[in-house]
């Protein structure tokens, strides 16, 4: 393994411990918010939570990539930095406004006339996201992956310890001592509004953190850098748009498409929930795309870099895999990360994982566009899956409910990466090793085949089976790849 894949490996380590340790404690509050709420009610947080993407993507507008790309000139530093985040902030406080004063129309629009402040809370943790976003990209231009680490733990800790407090410790305190000074800013009425009030705050200490790092800086505006920049970005801005609407648009279309005696909100609820069961490979690819995205821009001048992104698909696909089957052959434990209650819809986990492990390939191989500026192939391409997505949703809800969505993206993830793999072969050839990637995939889904045998098999018979299974894949990638002298020497 090179000295760049090192480095990579080492940053992705950092970012990753962030990641995994920091969301790990945030998943597991998906057990507490089951077991809490029904379905129905655990809808509104996955509904919601999926429009608050799409409005983080609009009000960021591609500006963390933008920053990467310009930033890098350190000449250009801190006028960059500074433009963009004083355009982040008066977009950000546009955003608010705006909400706060068409409340009423947007609340009715989507059927929480009873609940506006929702809404509200929602339009102000993406206003502080969006700011705190370009804090967090000038981190890790710098390598300060130990600071940004700490942060997003600080973040995730807190707003676990807000949902403990206020869905777990003040209703129980209301039974045994309603007269405990704890409960004097709990009401039982706000319920499942605690999950976003949670979010809020947690939102807050962090921009509060974040202030040395916002106003240590000479605050100035350059327009034509910013024009500049935002024309850069904005295919970014298109396709970050059409890439959340393959995201998450089915979480909201399935309240609207799903036959009138089904109970939309119960069935989104049941979805949403079994979408956490594939956490380690969105944790996977969220930490690779951390140190990814800065690792590939210093590399594009390096004589060996297209051979180095090769080594790091391959690589990434290895462990993706490895985590497909991680999920799948145990996932009789899996599963009880969620209520009973939810668990008819395990059969989309393993359409999921594998749908996520090939956007994760596709962010692999999608340098190619950005290193030459051609960002707007991110557009068209990220359009294309939008289209395919809006499509298959539309056709495949009314008929099979939520495992429709699940294919849905399954497809438009894997069209995706064939087109970008196609284009980028033509304007930025890399070599990649198809057929090794492929050898893995067949391997792994062999062995995901083998392991359906033991389904009915008695627990420890199955779970030492799958352990077989599971093991053969690692040591065969291991001796394939020759990694363990690699290590050996290492150490």
């Not at 970012?15 to 945030?26: A, E, P």
């Not at 597991?28 to 077991?35: F, Q």
């Not at 949670?198 to 953190?209: D, G, Y």
């Not at 995706?416 to 990649?432: E, N």
């Amino acid at each position: 393994m090179s000295n760049p894949i090192k480095k990579l490996a080492g940053q992705t380590a950092i970012y990753g411990f962030s990641s995994i340790v920091g969301r790990l404690l945030n998943y597991l509050l998906v057990p507490i918010y089951t077991r809490i709420f029904v379905p129905e009610v655990y809808g509104v947080v996955t509904e919601l939570y999926a429009y608050v993407s799409f409005f983080l993507i609009l009000l960021t507008y591609g500006t963390e990539t933008g920053f990467f790309r310009f930033a890098s000139d350190k000449t250009k530093f801190a006028k960059t930095y500074s433009t963009l985040l004083l355009s982040l902030g008066v977009t950000s406080m546009l955003f608010v406004i705006l909400i706060a004063l068409f409340i009423n129309p947007i609340a009715s629009a989507l059927h929480y006339g009873n609940h506006q402040q929702y809404i509200l809370w929602m339009a102000v943790i993406v206003a502080i996201d969006a700011l705190i976003s370009l804090p967090f990209a000038r981190l890790r231009l710098q390598n300060k992956a130990l600071k940004f680490a700490t942060f997003k733990i600080i973040n995730i800790a807190v707003n676990i310890a807000m949902n403990l407090y206020f869905l777990l410790l003040c209703p129980y305190l209301a039974n045994i001592a309603p007269d405990s000074p704890f409960l004097l800013i709990w009401s039982p009425e706000i319920g499942v509004g605690y999950v976003f009030i949670s979010n809020l705050v947690a939102n807050i200490i962090t921009l509060l953190m974040l202030l040395p790092d916002i106003f240590g800086v000479k605050l100035q505006f350059d327009i034509r850098l910013l024009k500049t920049i935002l024309l850069y970005s904005f295919p970014l801005l298109i396709a970050g748009f059409a890439g959340m609407i393959n995201e998450t648009l089915d979480r909201i279309l399935l309240k609207y498409l799903l036959p009138g005696d089904v109970n939309a909100m119960e069935q989104i609820g049941i979805y949403g929930a079994n979408y956490k069961l594939a956490i380690l490979m969105t944790l996977f690819i969220q930490m690779f795309r951390y140190a990814a995205e800065p690792f590939f821009f210093s590399q594009a001048k390096q004589a060996d870099a297209r051979v180095n992104y090769a080594l790091v698909m391959k690589y990434f696909v290895i462990c993706g895999l490895a985590i497909f089957l991680g999920v799948m052959l145990y996932i009789d434990i899996v599963k009880h990360f969620i209520d009973v209650s939810y668990h008819s819809g395990l059969s989309v986990v393993p359409i999921l994982l594998m749908a996520n492990l090939f956007l994760g390939m596709y962010y692999n191989i999608s340098i190619w566009y950005k290193l030459n500026d051609m960002t707007r192939y991110g557009a068209y391409i990220a359009i294309l899956g939008a289209v395919i997505t809006i499509v298959l949703n539309v056709i495949l809800i009314p008929v099979v409910g939520f495992y429709g969505a699940a294919w849905a993206t399954f497809a438009c993830y894997l069209s995706m990466l064939v087109v970008s793999y196609a284009l980028g072969q033509k304007h930025y050839k890399v070599p990649y090793s198809i057929k090794t990637l492929a050898l893995y995939f067949l391997l792994s889904l062999a062995l995901y085949g083998v392991s359906r045998i033991t389904t009915d098999w008695p627990s420890s018979l199955k779970f030492g089976t799958n352990t077989i299974l599971f093991l053969s894949f690692i040591v065969f990638a291991v001796l394939r790849e020759k990694l363990l002298p690699r290590l050996l020497k290492r150490v």
